[in-house]
């Protein structure tokens, strides 16, 4: 019986076997054609050399005349091996321009020694794609050294991508800007071409502007900071980074760091850097904030700079109208689109095709088959490559979808399983939207015990408030502002108007330490100072709610576009008052409360112009805790520069801040450092030539007969500021002096007054 069938089976299973064979070989013959073809894909116009080095040269980029589009020309250079390549395209260059520093003795101040401008360089190109529309070239980094206690070296960087009908453009999406250091603050100043409709539009539709955007990293070299920097994260703390801005075409910018620290820091701060690089490139390690040139020499060459291409001459051709003579997009199975980043069009392979879009027959049909990782296709499917796409129907007897992977078997228990697992599902659904409840609760609670919830229920004069109370507050609609702390939200609680502040989340803070200050802060009534309603402890970091002061700060009163008019004395009693606030928290005896971050920003103002400050103790306890961004810290240009370099907090740090905001007060001025010098540095050397500050004084109120009050006024700032700290008032004595030269003045106007 068994006979016949093997007598069957044997020629069967050759033939088989045969088939097999041949389709194997069949496949192996077609496969070889396709990468064959897959290799000759050309990418450059016929007979042109399509690589330098190991770096692919598509067109329109070229090398030899006629090889490229005007504009992408690319030199070669072969002193190099591998060979290198260079944009050669007129007027894209880079330069660093060197500055030698010299501190002079006893002074805060630095002189040039000498200025050395590098000869300008050519880009030197990473890799270009046309897919993206981008290349990539290497980018200087910028840096400040300190050889020892007098002497830095200053380099920055001028980038150029030629101007405003250069194919090129810095990418804003993306490359970032980025600093490292121990108290860096680089700044990037952008030449912008933006298309906007105005009248001053130059004839290529743009127009053009600057921009400076900077960030700041700040991190005292102190064993218990140390641990604030951490490897990967540019926070702020030994790195920090900033968006570039939003342009329509970024064709220049300079990158350079700040001069304005004092000359102490130096040996603690031997070199900072800045650079514009693609935005996922640099990885932050702690080592690099030590030792001398560190990134530079890690990276010789420089660091990756994103560019983006485009067509600038011409646009996209409006349907059914013939394309321009030179128009790019030669290639069938592809597609125009206006340049997302200037004037001009790039062109794209339509989706599932691939190659050179700028070529003729440059896009050819993907194989998705062969890119399973990219195009999906599951195991109980049959992947088919079609023009401009692939299909993936399941295996006979199944069904579904094998792109999504939900192929099935059609059998009628498979139905029942799938029933029961949907049921099951749901089941599962159901519960584990019951436990998250459960859990949210939980955590609510957990929060609430974690902020000191249970200290605090005993505290008398604090509202504890529940989250669900705060939440139609915290919307968008009730923003108002947003400031180192978090961002803060107006609303009406208990028929009182408050301002809520919501801290950026991330905080992990000491429970107790926490509900002690809210306690602290809760029993401070002073008419100078804002009041603490209550807290919210059901979140992750604690909701903060104030009162409301309908003036807004001292900083937008002061440098508001409007100027609302402001006299002396108002301006007085606002430094009068203020200062009573200050020393009123100084002077507590049981808990003595320092500010650390006084400045016209955090003196609010109410409706008759009475300051009260905010953000002491608790804001501070939680900006502290955040290692989020370098704004958080504190403002640079307000604070103490012996706090900066011992990291101790003292009142007389608070007497120095108070010090630059009568500055302020009397000037009118921004206190924040631009390249000048800041406002602290040109009124102390004014006041050092002519024991006089005069020529400073905002003109709104420099009159004549109040000059010796604004010269009494300038004189106490000029103590606060005193570098010895020992020399400076304590807070005590400036409020006082303050009190007496505003009742002296009210006394000059008003006359019934007793002298
Ligand atoms: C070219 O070669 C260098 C080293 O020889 C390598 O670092 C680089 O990644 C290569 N570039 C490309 C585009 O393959
Ligand atoms: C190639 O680079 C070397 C070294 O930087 C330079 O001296 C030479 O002039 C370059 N050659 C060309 C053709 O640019
Ligand atoms: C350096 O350049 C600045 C202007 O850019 C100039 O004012 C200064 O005199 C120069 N210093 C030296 C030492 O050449
Ligand atoms: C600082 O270093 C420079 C050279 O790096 C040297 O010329 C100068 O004398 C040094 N200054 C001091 C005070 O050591
Ligand atoms: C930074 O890390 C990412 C992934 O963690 C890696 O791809 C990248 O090459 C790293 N960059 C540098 C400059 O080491
Ligand atoms: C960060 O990584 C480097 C090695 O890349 C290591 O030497 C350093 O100790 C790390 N720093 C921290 C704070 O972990
Ligand atoms: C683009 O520029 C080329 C060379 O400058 C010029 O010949 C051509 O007419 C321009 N095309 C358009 C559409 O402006
Ligand atoms: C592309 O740009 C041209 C002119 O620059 C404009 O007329 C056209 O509307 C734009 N097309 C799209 C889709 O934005
Ligand atoms: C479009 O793609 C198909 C499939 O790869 C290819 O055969 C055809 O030549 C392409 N058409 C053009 C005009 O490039």
Known sequence: MTM????????????????????????????????????????TLPGCPDKCGNISIP?????????????????????????????????????????????????CQRNRVWNRTREDTALELIDISVAKGEARAYAAISSRCSANHTDSLSKSLRMRLGEKMSPFVVSVTR??????????????????????????????????????????????????????????????RGC????????????????????????????????????????????????????????????????????????????????????????????????????????????????????????????QDIDECKLRDLYPCSSDGICKNTLGGYACPCKSGMKGDGVKGTCTHIFPQAARTILGATSGIFLVAVLSFLIFLRKEKRKMKEFYEKNGGRTLEKAKFIKLFEKE????????????GKGGFGEVYKGLLDNEQVAVKKPITGSVLE?????????????????????????????????????FLCNGSLDDILHDSRKVPLNLGVRLSIAAESADGLVYMHSKTSTKILHGDVKPANILLDDKFVPKISDFGISRLIARD??????????????????????????????????VVILELISRKKATHS?????????????????????????????????????????????????????????????????????????????????
């Open 175 to 236: 490359n970032v800007l980025i600093g490292v250091g121990w108290r860096v603050q680089p700044k990037m100043n952008s030449y912008l071409w933006s298309a906007l409709a105005s009248d001053a539009v130059s004839a290529h539709g743009y127009s053009s502007n600057e921009l400076t955007i900077s960030c700041l990293s700040y991190l005292m070299r102190m064993p218990q900071f140390l641990k604030f920097a951490t490897n990967g994260s540019c926070s702020g």
């Open 240 to 363: 920090c980074r900033a968006a570039l801005p939003e342009a329509v075409a970024l064709t220049r910018f300079a990158l350079w760091i700040s001069f304005d620290e004092p000359n102490t820091l130096f040996v603690t701060n031997p070199c900072s850097y800045a650079m514009v690089v693609e935005s996922t490139w640099y990885n932050f390690t702690t080592p690099d904030m030590y030792g001398y040139e560190e990134i530079p020499k890690k990276f010789p060459r420089g660091v990756p700079l994103v560019i983006d291409f485009s067509i600038r001459n011409g646009s996209c051709p409006e349907k059914g109208q013939h394309p321009p003579p030179d128009y790019a997009c030669v290639s069938g199975n592809s597609s125009c689109s206006n340049a997302t980043s200037g004037l001009g069009y790039v062109c794209k392979c339509w989706d599932h095709y691939d190659g050179n879009p700028y070529i003729a027959n440059g896009c």
């Open 626 to 659: 955040i290692q989020h961004t370098g704004s958080i810290i504190g403002d640079m240009s307000y604070m103490d520069p012996i706090y900066l370099q011992t990291g101790l907090l003292t009142e007389k740090s608070d007497v120095y801040s108070f010090g």
């Open 511 to 547: 429970n107790e330490q926490f509900a002690n200050e809210v306690i602290i802060q809760s029993q401070i009534i002073h008419k100078n100072i804002v009041r603490l309603v209550g807290c919210c402890l059901e979140v992750d970091a604690p909701i903060l709610v104030y009162e």
């Open 59 to 107: 067109y329109p980029f070229g090398m030899k005349p006629g090889c490229f589009r005007e504009g992408f020309q690319v030199t070669c250079n072969d002193s190099f091996y591998p060979h290198r390549a260079y944009l050669a395209y007129d007027g894209v260059f880079q330069r660093i321009n060197e500055i030698y520093f010299r501190a002079q003795k006893g002074l």
């Open 4 to 43: 016949p069938s093997e007598f069957h089976s044997q020629p069967l299973s050759t033939i088989l076997l045969l088939l097999v064979l041949l389709s194997t070989a069949s496949h192996m013959i077609l496969e070889a054609v396709a990468s064959e073809q897959d290799e000759q894909q050309p990418i």
């Open 469 to 480: 109370k705060l939440k139609s507050i915290l919307k968008s609609s009730n923003f108002i």
């Open 675 to 755: 390249d000048g010098g800041s406002l602290v540095n040109n009124f102390l050397e004014a006041y050092k030539k002519e024991k006089k500050a005069t020529p400073l004084f905002d003109e709104e109120i420099a009159v004549t007969e109040d000059l010796e009050i604004l010269d009494s006024l300038a004189c106490i700032a000029v103590e606060c500021l005193n570098l010895d700290v020992d020399q400076r008032p304590w807070m005590t004595d400036v409020a006082e002096r303050l009190i007496i030269l505003d009742r002296s003045r009210k006394s000059q106007f008003t006359l019934h007054v007793p002298v």
